[in-house]
């Protein structure tokens, strides 16, 4: 491909196509952290196109191809990640009705608590990015703010007040987008009234009026 950038961790194929004499044999030289890789060259069909194919690109490196003591141009690869969700955290700020005490919750992407939960969200992703942010199905967008540069850690606060389901939806500076947009969902549970049930005394009881009267309920 000459020079070229492909996504870190995947493949290369390198064709050489040659047209005058074909020669018989082609060699892909690669250079890698340091390291000179020599990988002969097949030719699978009658034309003259020999292939070579570096399994594995993890860091930038160079390559040229020789032949019949030749040797064409060295040509650059560089490497690319998509913007990936790699830890999300949730920090939960109950109402004080409920007498619980700030919870953070680690790697988890389903959060439920109570409705008039304070929620604050914090994704951890594998790089910088120019736009994160939640995405629900009627359209509802939260964005999402750079907390912390070294971790390339983004976060949104939210007042939980019903149930909603979210995509995390990244772009990065060269416009590329994460692949698959993973899901977060947030399940909110209503305050509902206690349930009371008396326990004691389980049926009609007549009592003097200075005689004492035990009651037990379970709420």
């Known amino acids: ?15 050489a196509r040659f047209q005058e004499a074909t020669p018989l044999e082609v060699t892909l030289v690669y250079d890698v ?9 097949s030719k699978p069909l009658k034309d003259a ?8 690109v993890n860091t930038p490196l160079s390559y040229h191809v020789e032949y019949a003591d ?16 790699v830890r999300s955290d949730a920090k939960l700020t109950f109402p004080n009705y ?16 109570v409705v008039g939960t ?46 909603k389901r979210f995509e995390l939806r990244l772009v990065d500076a060269e416009g590329r987008t994460n692949k698959e947009p993973p899901t977060i969902t947030l399940n909110v549970l209503p305050n509902k009234p206690p349930d009371l049930k008396l326990v004691q005394p389980s049926r009609d009881t007549r009592v003097s009026p200075i005689e004492e009267l035990d009651l037990k309920a379970n709420v």
Do not use: H, W
């Open 1 to 15: 491909p000459g020079d070229t950038e492909v996504e870190r961790g995947t493949g290369l194929l390198v064709l």
């Open 33 to 41: 952290a340091g390291e000179t890789i020599r990988l002969p060259m």
């Open 49 to 56: 196109v020999f292939g070579g194919r570096v399994p594995e």
């Open 70 to 85: 030749k040797a064409s141009e060295t040509f650059q690869v560089t490497v690319f990640e998509y913007p990936t969700l």
């Open 98 to 113: 409920t007498s619980l005490e700030e919870r953070l919750i680690q790697d988890v992407r389903r959060i439920s608590a």
């Open 118 to 163: 304070k929620l604050e969200l914090y994704c951890y992703l594998n790089k910088p990015v120019v736009s994160a942010c939640l995405v629900a199905k009627g359209g509802e967008t939260i964005e999402l703010q750079l907390a912390n540069e070294a971790e390339s850690m983004y976060s949104t606060s939210i007042m939980l007040t019903e149930s």
